[in-house]
């Protein structure tokens, strides 16, 4: 068990956003003991390491193992979100409601323990299902900073069935066309 108090100061001395996605994610899954998968706007800010900031931490888990855990921690429910102000932390727990593929996510190991991270092929149809199907410009944008640095390493068979799940096939092929960038790429 992860007291408060340590909670605090390692996340403290972790400056970097996207390294402190992953240290919070790893204490959590361990004081929880739920399978913690870091997924949405979170997963985007870890891949990109800080391209994009979230500002908020998703994850899918257990929602009862880690309110159990949140609430140790002294964290306050605002319903949908968790939040410690003082840690500048709110976590947003989808449950099972996550569609991604769990079982193919990523894992990252840090010095607090595993982290698991929603595959970008999931982030990334789901960005052009958002720019597409609810007209979420900064999704475009979102799904380019993940295609300038992940395009040739996904998984183009499971990016397909996805794509075709969600619709946006069409999407797709414009961006494999080589689509302009509409973000700016990070430095």
Same mark, same amino acid.
């Given at each position: 068990?992860?007291?408060?108090?340590?909670?605090?100061?390692? $996340?403290? !001395?972790?400056?970097?956003?996207?390294?402190?996605?992953?240290?919070?994610?790893?204490? +959590? #899954?361990?004081?929880?003991?739920?399978?913690?998968?870091?997924? =949405? =706007?979170?997963?985007?800010?870890?891949?990109?390491?800080?391209?994009?900031?979230? =500002?908020?931490? /998703?994850?899918?888990?257990?929602?009862? +193992?880690?309110? &159990?855990? @949140?609430?140790?921690?002294?964290?306050?429910?605002?319903?949908?979100?968790?939040?410690? #102000?003082?840690? #500048?932390?709110?976590?947003?727990?989808?449950?099972?409601?996550? %569609? =991604?593929? #769990?079982?193919?996510?990523? %894992?990252?190991?840090?010095?607090?323990?595993?982290?698991?991270?929603?595959?970008?092929? /999931?982030?990334?149809?789901? &960005?052009?299902?958002?720019?597409?199907?609810?007209?979420?410009? !900064?999704? @475009?944008?979102?799904?380019? +900073?993940?295609?300038? /640095?992940?395009?040739?390493?996904?998984? $183009?068979?499971? @990016? /397909? &069935?996805? !794509?075709?799940?969600?619709?946006?096939?069409? $999407?797709?092929?414009?961006? &494999?066309?080589? !689509?302009?960038?509409?973000?700016?790429?990070?430095?």
């Amino acid at each position: 068990m992860t007291a408060t108090d340590e909670v605090g100061r390692i $996340l403290r !001395a972790t400056p970097k956003s996207y390294e402190r996605i992953l240290t919070f994610a790893a204490l +959590l #899954a361990a004081e929880s003991g739920s399978d913690v998968v870091v997924v =949405g =706007g979170s997963a985007i800010e870890v891949y990109t390491k800080g391209g994009y900031v979230s =500002g908020d931490i /998703d994850n899918r888990a257990d929602r009862e +193992l880690v309110r &159990r855990a @949140l609430t140790a921690w002294k964290f306050t429910d605002e319903g949908r979100l968790w939040t410690r #102000a003082d840690w #500048a932390i709110a976590v947003d727990v989808v449950g099972h409601r996550y %569609t =991604g593929d #769990a079982y193919r996510a990523t %894992t990252v190991a840090t010095p607090y323990g595993p982290v698991h991270i929603a595959v970008v092929e /999931d982030l990334f149809v789901k &960005r052009l299902a958002a720019a597409t199907h609810w007209k979420v410009r !900064a999704a @475009l944008d979102e799904a380019s +900073l993940l295609w300038q /640095d992940y395009s040739d390493s996904m998984d $183009l068979a499971y @990016l /397909d &069935r996805q !794509a075709t799940t969600y619709k946006v096939e069409d $999407l797709l092929a414009v961006f &494999r066309k080589g !689509a302009p960038r509409r973000g700016g790429r990070r430095s």
